[in-house]
């Protein structure tokens, strides 16, 4: 039995998340707090984005909010 697409694309980030706390992990140590937690937010920020535009019943309307800031 296959998995939804919007199923598989969580798996794929619970991947990413978790290869990328092992490469955090491995940041000098002046660079540990600060610079990994901005990665970390900011990738979470992602996978907020990802799942928001899941529960939209249109998907073009995920993409063209006018109030998402996005650096």
């Not at 919007?6 to 798996?11: M, N, P, R």
């Not at 990994?36 to 993409?63: D, F, P």
């Amino acid at each position: 039995m296959g998995l939804h697409d919007e199923a598989k694309l969580d798996v794929k980030f619970i991947a990413f998340a978790k290869q990328m706390n092992l490469y955090l992990n491995h940041f000098p140590k002046h660079e540990k707090y600060g610079l990994s937690q901005q990665i970390r937010n900011s990738a979470y920020e992602v996978y907020g984005y990802i799942v928001e535009s899941q529960k939209r019943y249109l998907k073009k309307t995920s993409l063209t909010n006018p109030e998402r800031k996005i650096p």
